[in-house]
């Protein structure tokens, strides 16, 4: 089971830190990712993180604002958020690939959090 946590409301420019930890699974051997919904808008992929932590891709629109990073120790995925833009606005689910790598797609990814709100106000 996946918990995310860190979600809040934040003004523009602002920063937010994002963590998921894992309980009944052992993340270190599989790719984890991030992934948003806003409302009214279809789930799109932000950023994984490969199963050591050696390789990271991000989506463009956070490329540069984001860094994902992982805690193998402490089973626990993170997103530092910064330079935060309205359009981030969304919930924010971590999810667990199948494997130690995963692309962008949700298919790849069979274990997801609940969800944490992130609310960037103008």
């Known amino acids: 089971q996946l918990q995310a946590s860190g979600g809040g409301l934040v003004q523009a420019g602002g920063s937010l830190r994002l963590s998921c930890a894992a309980s009944?699974?052992?993340?270190?051997?599989?790719?984890m990712a991030w992934f948003r919904q806003a409302p009214g808008k279809e789930r799109e992929f932000v950023v994984r993180?490969?199963?050591?932590?050696?390789?990271?891709y991000y989506a463009d629109s956070v490329e540069g604002r984001f860094t994902i990073s992982r805690d193998n120790a402490k089973n626990t995925v993170y997103l530092q958020m910064n330079s935060l833009k309205p359009e981030d606005t969304a919930a924010y689910y971590c999810?667990?690939?199948?494997?130690?790598?995963?692309?962008?797609?949700?298919?790849?990814?069979?274990?997801w959090g609940q969800g944490t709100q992130v609310t960037v106000s103008s």
């Open positions: 009944g699974r052992t993340l270190s051997s599989y790719a």
């Open positions: 993180i490969n199963w050591s932590g050696g390789s990271t």
């Open positions: 999810a667990a690939g199948r494997r130690g790598v995963a692309g962008v797609g949700g298919g790849e990814y069979d274990n």
